[in-house]
């Protein structure tokens, strides 16, 4: 296949979600910096979207841990989203993008996931959960610590309609800036000598 051949992101583009073309290429140019055996930790991912682009730059012998509960979040409840299918419909798309054996799947919250990872273990965390002040907050609390000096924490949906992401993130302290339509990344400082 060509490198100019973009029929496979149109393919990318029928996975329903919301995650769009300029922020995976931004967020592939940051997967594909990370060192080979990477660890990457995706939260919230509803079906596959966001997945598939991360997982398909991965460098060699990395791997994406996607965690959900996949039963969909408040906001996809409130609007009637039809969330009984979403672990089968991620399952098939990664299937259909052959990134399935470089991803592994964690069916549960995000906070049961954080006990399974050891302090500054983790390359890159993309958080995409539960998008309330108090859940975020919670996800940067337990998260942030799990990632290496040098590794990038990004959080979509910032400034766009979600307050409680952007307020979780100052009320944390942490600093950043938006890198793609609100796609917000900060790199975690690595100690001085």
């Known amino acids: 296949m060509s490198r100019y051949d973009f029929t496979t992101i149109l393919e990318w583009d029928r996975i329903e979600g919301w995650f ?33 682009a991360i997982a398909a730059v991965l460098p060699a012998e990395s791997i994406l841990y996607c965690v959900d509960h996949f039963q969909g979040s408040e906001e ?17 798309n990664i299937e259909k993008f052959g990134v399935k054996d470089k991803i592994s799947t964690l069916v549960m919250t995000t906070s ?12 890159l965390v993309f958080l995409d959960a539960s998008h309330d002040y108090d859940s975020v907050r919670a996800d940067l609390l337990n998260w942030y610590p799990k990632i290496k000096p040098g590794g990038f924490l990004l959080c979509d949906d910032y400034e766009v309609g979600w307050s409680g992401v952007m307020r ?12 793609a339509e609100s796609l917000w990344m900060h790199q975690k400082p690595k100690p001085s000598c």
Do not use: C, M, W
Request: avoid cysteine; aromatic fraction near 6%.
């Open 20 to 52: 769009n073309l300029p922020q995976a290429v931004t967020l592939q140019t940051i997967v594909k910096q990370l060192p080979p055996r990477a660890k990457v930790v995706e939260l919230g991912s509803y079906k596959g979207r966001s997945s598939v």
């Open 76 to 92: 996809h409840i409130i609007s009637h989203f039809d969330v009984s299918n979403l672990l089968a419909e991620f399952t098939q």
């Open 112 to 123: 049961e996931a954080a006990t399974k990872f050891d302090s500054e273990s983790v390359d």
């Open 168 to 179: 979780a993130i100052k009320t944390v302290g942490l600093a950043g800036t938006v890198i």
